[in-house]
T-cell receptor, first 115, second 117 residues
């Protein structure tokens, strides 16, 4: 257990569905992240939140919409996805300070399949 | 090419042997980190080495950093079947947005290590 939980662990959705991924961290960290991991590609950073404020949106299509209601919770709202969005979506948290990236703690991921 | 490229892409060894993985990167960094991922799971942080450090140990892990060559290596000694996983290096470079300075990790594509019993 890393102190970061993600639900659901597996999700199959059609292209017209709307669903949400949830992440919760129990570590008291001030930064949270969404990553996308596709086969044969490096881990892609999607969004970064520091103290609930979004500080990075890595040119992610608008069909992915993040929400960070507090420093412990992070959501990724999904709508009208494409089959190429099928991937493992990983949430992570860390304690950031003074512009340095320290160790990140990852959740187990949500395996998303878009049909 | 990517910041943080691992080499080799795949490594297959016998239990008891040592495994060495390399990482090269392109820009100046604050620190370099190594992570491990078991199949289909989240990443687990292994070790962080700062830009002013040259070598670091943690149990059976030994990490070196050569900032002049922009490269790092991860050595796993006396490997076990349970070490079978993907290993990633990640580099930290400072980023800025809206007056806020924050850290940003860039991951490489990883090395798939298979340790045969």
């Amino acid at each position: 257990e890393t102190g970061v939980t993600q639900t659901p662990r597996h999700l199959v959705m059609g292209m017209t569905n709307k669903k949400s991924l949830k992440c919760e961290q129990h570590l008291g960290h001030n930064a949270m992240y969404w990553y996308k991991q596709s086969a044969k590609k490096p881990l892609e950073l999607m969004f970064v939140y520091n103290f609930k404020e979004q500080t990075e949106n890595n040119s992610v299509p608008s069909r992915f919409s993040p929400e960070c209601p507090n420093s412990s919770h992070l959501f990724l709202h999904l709508h009208t996805l494409q089959p190429e969005d099928s991937a493992l979506y990983l949430c992570a948290s860390s304690q950031e300070g003074r512009g340095r990236a320290y160790e990140q703690y990852f959740g187990p991921g949500t395996r998303l399949t878009v049909t | 090419s990517q910041q943080g490229e691992e080499d080799p892409q795949a490594l297959s060894i016998q239990e008891g042997e040592n495994a060495t993985m390399n990482c090269s990167y392109k820009t100046s960094i604050n620190n370099l980190q190594w992570y491990r991922q078991n199949s289909g799971r989240g990443l687990v942080h292994l070790i962080l080495i700062r830009s002013n450090e040259r070598e670091k140990h943690s149990g059976r892990l030994r990490v070196t950093l050569d900032t002049s060559k922009k490269s790092s290596s991860l050595l796993i000694t006396a490997s076990r079947a349970a070490d079978t996983a993907s290993y990633f290096c990640a580099t930290d470079a400072a980023a800025h947005a809206g007056g806020t300075s924050y850290g940003k990790l860039t991951f490489g594509q990883g090395t798939i290590l298979t340790v045969h019993p």
